[in-house]
Structure formats: C-alpha cells, structure tokens
C-alpha cells in the first residue's frame, strides 16, 4: 500500500516540477512585459493570434501569453498573480481540475487561462453558480482582458452585459460593476 501511494505522490511532485519551469520561464519575461505601454498589449495579442494562425500551438505560446495577460491583470486590477495562481491556470488550460480554497485566486487563475484559450478566437466561457460573481468579475478581470484586445461579456439569469470602459452605471456602487451595460 505505501508502494502505491509513494509512487501517486512521484507522479504528483514530477507533474509539479513540469509546471514549476514553465513558471519560470513566464517570470523570466515579466521584465520584458513590464516595458510594455498599455497601448501595446491589443499588438501582442495580435501577434499571439498570427503565430497560431501560422500553426503554432497554444501550449507554445503559454509562457509569454501568460506573462502578458500576468502584467494586464496588475496593470488594470492591481493584483500580480503568484506561481501557484499560473501553475493553476495552466491545470484548467489542460482541462484538469485546479483546487484552490476560498480566497486563493480562483477567478484571476480561470482569467489567465482564458486568455490564452481565447486567442485561438473559438471563443471562451467561465462558469459559475453565481450571478453576481459573474457579473462582478466580468467588470475586474475583463478590464485586463480587454486592455489585451479581447472583447467580454457576462449572462446571467435573464441578463447580459458587455464591458465597455465608455460606459457608466450612475447607479452601481460597486466600482467593477460601473462598466457593464
């Protein structure tokens, strides 16, 4: 039995230590992305679109996509997604399951993910049970995204809105709501 589990918790620690380097190569470009002016990043996702056209994988695009999307998400939101947030939107690139607790960084890690499932222009959609958090993380992280060239929207029960940072709410408190209409 100790067999058994020694060798799940290898396999674990290997598949960890896959994800690490890849963390690291996405750190080593944040100097880079951090040059960026915010009138650059709408480019770099067009560039990222191109390279897929001309067959590249989205597996080859992740780190610099990822670091990309890292810098937009501090730039617009304010917050720097940690190695584990990364290593998180990798497993739900993959289409594995990431477990992160309350609090953890589940919508930033799925925003990540998005992003880079996005360029491939299939279209992409974030679950969840609840309508609020729906809509308030649509206004939160869809600043970034859309500071990446990426439109977004949110449906809830029986509504829809679509960021745009021309609009605002006269009536909404929340200030990641003012921009949904």
Not at 143 to 149: D, N, P, Q
Request: hydrophobic share 45%; glycine share 6%; proline share 2%.
């Amino acid at each position: 039995m100790f067999k058994f589990f020694s060798k799940l918790f290898d396999y674990n620690q290997k598949y960890l230590d896959s994800l690490s380097s890849i963390v690291a190569e996405i750190n080593s470009l944040e100097p880079q992305m951090r040059r960026l002016k915010e009138k650059d990043f709408a480019g770099k996702t067009a560039e990222f679109q191109s390279r897929i056209e001309r067959g590249a994988t989205l597996d080859e695009i992740l780190p610099s996509s990822f670091a990309l999307i890292r810098e937009a998400i501090r730039l617009s939101v304010g917050e720097r997604a940690y190695d584990v947030q990364l290593m998180a939107a990798m497993v739900l690139h993959q289409g594995k399951v990431a477990e992160q607790k309350t609090g953890e960084g589940k919508t930033l890690s799925a925003a990540i993910a998005a992003y880079l499932n996005a360029l491939n222009a299939k279209g992409v959609h974030i679950i969840t049970v609840n309508d609020y958090l729906a809509r308030r993380d649509t206004g939160w992280y869809g600043v970034a995204l859309e500071l990446c060239g990426l439109k977004v929207g949110c449906i809830i029960h029986e509504q829809a809105f679509l960021l745009d940072k021309t609009y605002e709410a006269k009536d909404v408190l929340d200030p990641r709501l003012v921009h949904l209409k």
